[in-house]
């Protein structure tokens, strides 16, 4: 098994930690040690890590679901002394592995929150990052507040002391941090979420506001929170991969993980308590996050959307097959050059028809082998932060809407859960209950346009893209999505 003791005979070609892991601080906190925090934030703080000075930056890992899943994970890692391989792949299949030795603690908090108060509390806990998902924030999308009627934060309100959620461990944290005088800790979201920062501004200061306002003001005007872009292309790991990664590096690794070869995060250079050397190991600070999201989000994100929609309904599970697909394919690039890429405020700099053209590379690499329902999971939440920008400019200058409408209604189909050709799958949709999937299912095609993922234009005039719609979701049951393709 992979372990601290195996760092010294690695199998040929697998690189190791360039510092000694046993010597590394706990400067940060994570939130959701998933696939991709480990192959990206991990990843770039690994390589910080060697520099000279950095060593005070090392992760200590926060699982907050519980059972038999969440224990298996803990102690997996914990087995590991937290190490794991990581293997990026190019479109042509060269590959490289290197131990990623970052993550140097992992807590399971429904086993101990005592635990995980005390290492936030800590003064060497610096920052506190998270990756929770896109609907993680608990944000109501009509007020843009943050909810408070939820079982979850209740219960954390009327028990602030032993909390479950992040909310809860982030703010009691930095209330141990203020009573003892103790500096607060920078908060950064990781998440594919437009303006992330000021998103988790509003949940972490929205939860405390309600517990304290006296804590809420304090923490408004001491804690940051910095605004990022992420991007890396992370599949899921299965047992079959898993045991095909370790034959690819000669490892007993029960952790590995698979990535595409590249990586690109941008960020607000706000933080209130020191960070680690990131813009040396290829992070970008930039003034504005806003303009680099919105590149990312409405092309990379939005496409995979609307290509992994499409994808299944065609009996594709796999995102490489879509984009050799020569119809998808057309569809594609039909709805960035005409769809998205005129209407977006690029940064200076970045140059939309190349990123579109690196997003084809991208997508159609085989040894990534990206499923479709990780691309399509929680699409509800997804909707709302890929596609509202393009939909309310489309909305408002006029443009064609027909790609937009074959998108949502590939959608709605494919929440169906069965291909054109009769075969099953589970779409993994969170926060949709069985009251919303029954308007999926309906004999009304149009009773699916009321789910919250359409609310980002729901206070426009949507009478034609709503027809349009209807319209594309009878035609594809009718002649069969390829026969009425846009493009």
Known sequence: ????????????????????????????????????????????????????????????????????????????????????????????????????????????????????????????????????????????????????????????????????????????????????????????????????????????????????????????????????????????????????????????????????DFSQWVLEDKFCNGRPALEKVGVEFVDDVAGYEQVKVRMLNAAHLLLGSAGLLLGYRYAHETVQDADLERLVNAYWMQDAMPQIDAPEGVDLDAYRQRLLSRFSNPSVADTLLRICSDGASKVRVFWTDTVRRSLTSGRPLERIAFGIAAYLEMLRGHDEKGQAYKPVEPTLNEKDLALVRADDLAAALALPAFDGWRDMDTTALDAAVVAARKAIRDRGLRAVLPV
């Open 1 to 260: 098994m992979l372990n601290e003791t195996t760092l010294n005979h690695l199998p040929a070609g697998v690189q190791a930690p360039g510092y000694q892991p046993a010597e590394v601080g706990r400067g940060i906190v994570h939130f959701g040690v998933g696939n991709f925090f480990r192959a990206h934030e991990a990843w770039y703080v690994d390589k910080c890590l060697a520099l000279p000075g950095q060593s005070e930056w090392g992760i200590v890992g926060v699982g907050l679901g519980g059972g038999a899943r969440g224990e298996a994970k803990a102690k997996a890692f914990q087995e590991q002394d937290c190490l794991y391989s990581l293997t990026d792949v190019t479109a042509d299949g060269a590959r490289s592995v290197r131990v990623i030795g970052a993550l140097r603690e992992y807590l399971l908090a429904p086993a101990n929150p005592e635990a995980v108060l005390t290492r936030l509390a800590d003064p060497q806990t610096r920052i506190v990052s998270m990756t929770i998902t896109e609907g993680g924030y608990n944000i109501d999308e009509e007020t843009g507040r943050f909810r408070l009627d939820t079982p979850a934060v209740r219960a954390d309100l009327e028990n602030p002391g032993t909390p479950a959620t992040v909310f809860g461990y982030v703010v009691e944290a930095l209330r141990r941090r203020r009573d003892a005088g103790i500096a607060p800790f920078t908060v950064l979201s990781c998440d594919n979420l437009r303006s992330n920062g000021h998103v988790a501004h509003e949940a972490f200061v929205g939860y405390a506001r309600a517990l304290d306002a006296d804590l809420a003001a304090w923490i408004d005007a001491n804690v940051t929170f910095p605004c990022a872009m992420v991007d890396r292309i992370t599949p899921g790991v299965d047992d079959a991969t898993r045991k095909a990664l370790n034959k690819g590096s000669g490892l007993d690794d029960e952790l590995p993980v698979l990535a595409e």
